[in-house]
């Protein structure tokens, strides 16, 4: 374990000396626990005072901890160590505090780019000061790792800001973890703007106890740690009919203050999003265009092993081009990794996307896994609008108005895109979510699946495999995968039913898994563990709601 610290970070501060810090009557020499923070400023019982204003930090910090728990792939350096500098419009309203874009924001850092969440806005009555706590996450450059925090700073009676407190103590990045306090200067321009409050309403919001308590089931129903870590887990929950239960986010500073607020990475999660649903929506729209030849649209796809390749072979991962078919060889590959990390920009992506397997078996046979071929899809998808409408990019011109009318958060509309003037998005990553996006996909998945009129064909495929449509992707344990989607297959038997049930799932890096049922259920479960299981999930969904 390395340490690269200017704070000792050990026995976190207590809930009295925040307010002391912050106005610089003590110093930074800790952190702080969350349940002191929300004790200090979420939890107090009267709202701050209403206003809007510019948050801005552009100075560099007066004092750093930063903890390096797991660097496996040897990244750290020392301006990892850097809020970086940004600016944000907030209002606080209502004992709430709402950044007007909750989008990641590009910076200017050379590792990291910002988001922020809606927080809190409390009143400190002893001296009518307004306590402000935002969540906030850092997110690697062209990767899809964040790391979660809160940020705590205050705006005095007579308008003066104090300092921001930035504290990490916990991440969505198998790679990557580490624990970390800032304390930087702030500015702040207050401004008189009226807050846009889009009201999205979701389901209820219940605690997962709730469900164990309810259908007297064990504490390892839903994650069963077994299996999976539970220090390794973001936040998993179980979606049904009208109610949402979710866990808590557990951090190694206490329960996170914001679990509705936390980012959440995509990973390849997004294969199945931006890829198919882009896809279907096209189709809806075009007719067919799954069925159109690679080499016609992506020019850098030539050559006799591009021949007959279909989009649709893009979607399902077979190309006929690989190494070795054995599962995850040619995603673990160099060439693979050039793809995916190395190359930043389009040109030299798409040239060693196109190029990097050599052509082994018929297109459409056989699936094995690369990201890179829903990367070649994403350029496919850009190239055919370009040349069919007067719209130049899938993911802001089809898909996030899909999401938009969906009431999808406006985090949602980022996603990771090459570092040039094309901006191509990634497609087979890097899409980020908040806890009720998932709500939300869930509800639009559910009703295309049960939906055999939809007009979005390619995806009511995807989401009922059988074994015509589907590929054998992961023999030992019945894993299949069609049209970006991956299913698992049981036997009738094991549910007394009449027919075998395939449960389509999407699957992500580092341990994601969001899954949908055949009664309606969906699971989820963001973890960083590179831990896969969820057996556990499938029966007690089961036996509070019989599969068939």
């Not at 004992?95 to 922020?116: C, S």
């Amino acid at each position: 374990m390395k340490k690269y610290l200017l704070l000792l970070l050990c026995i976190p501060l207590t809930s009295q000396e925040l307010a002391d810090v912050l106005w610089s009557k003590a110093q930074l020499s800790n952190t702080f626990h969350y349940a002191d923070i929300s004790k200090a400023a979420i939890d107090l019982p009267n709202n701050g005072k209403s206003f809007s204003g510019i948050l801005k930090v552009d100075q560099p910090a007066v004092g750093i901890g930063y903890n390096v728990i797991i660097d496996s792939r040897k990244i750290y350096q020392d301006n990892h160590k850097n809020i970086p500098k940004f600016e944000i419009e907030i209002s606080s309203l209502d004992g709430k505090v709402y950044p007007k874009n909750t989008k990641i924001i590009e910076t200017n850092h050379l590792f990291w780019n910002i988001q922020f969440g809606v927080g809190s806005s409390k009143l400190e009555t002893s001296s009518s000061n307004t306590l402000i706590t935002l969540p906030f996450s850092l997110i690697h450059k062209s990767a899809n790792c964040i790391h979660n925090g809160i940020g705590v700073f205050s705006i005095s009676n007579e308008n003066q800001i104090s300092n921001i407190i930035f504290e990490i103590a916990s991440e969505t990045c198998a790679y990557y973890k580490f624990d970390y306090v800032g304390l930087y200067s702030a500015k702040f321009q207050f401004i008189n703007t009226v807050p846009d409050l889009s009201n999205n309403i979701g389901k209820n919001i219940m605690s997962i106890e709730n469900l164990y308590n309810r259908y007297n089931l064990t504490n390892k129903s839903f994650l069963n740690s077994d299996y999976i870590d539970p220090s390794n887990v973001t936040i998993f929950g179980l979606i049904d009919s009208n109610n949402h239960y979710v866990s808590s986010c557990m951090t190694r500073l206490g329960n996170y203050p914001f679990c509705d607020q936390i980012l959440l990475p995509s990973y390849s999660l997004a294969k199945s999003i931006a890829g198919t649903f882009s896809l279907s929506l096209l189709e809806s729209q075009y007719g067919s265009i799954s069925n159109l030849y690679v080499s016609d649209l992506v020019p850098e796809c030539y050559g006799r092993k591009w021949k007959n390749v279909t989009l649709n072979n893009l979607s399902d991962m077979s190309t006929g081009q690989y190494f070795n078919s054995t599962h995850d060889f040619d995603e673990s590959s160099v060439a693979s990794s050039e793809v995916i990390f190395m190359f930043e920009e389009h040109k030299d992506k798409i040239k060693k996307a196109c190029s990097a397997f050599p052509k082994k078996t018929k297109p459409g046979t056989r699936f094995v896994y690369h990201t890179s071929d829903t990367y070649i899809l994403g350029v496919a998808l850009n190239n055919y609008l370009q040349s069919n409408s007067n719209r130049k990019d899938y993911f802001n011109d089809v898909l996030i108005p899909f999401l938009e009318s969906n009431n999808l958060s406006q985090t949602s509309q980022s996603v990771l895109a090459t570092n040039d003037n094309i901006k191509q998005s990634y497609t087979g990553w890097g899409m980020f979510f908040l806890r009720s996006d998932l709500d939300r996909l869930s509800t639009i998945i559910h009703n295309i699946k049960n939906n055999s009129s939809t007009q979005l064909t390619y995806l009511y495929d995807a989401l009922n495999p059988n074994d015509n449509n589907s590929l054998l992707a992961i023999p030992s344990v019945n894993i299949y995968y069609n049209n970006g989607f991956w299913s698992r297959k049981f036997d009738k038997d094991i549910f007394n039913c009449s027919e075998d049930v395939w449960i389509p799932f999407m699957s992500g890096f580092g341990g994601i898994t969001f899954a949908f049922f055949p009664n309606g259920m969906s699971y989820y479960y963001f973890s960083d563990g590179y831990e896969f299981a969820w057996e556990s999930a499938i029966f007690s969904s089961h036996s509070i709601k019989p599969f068939c």
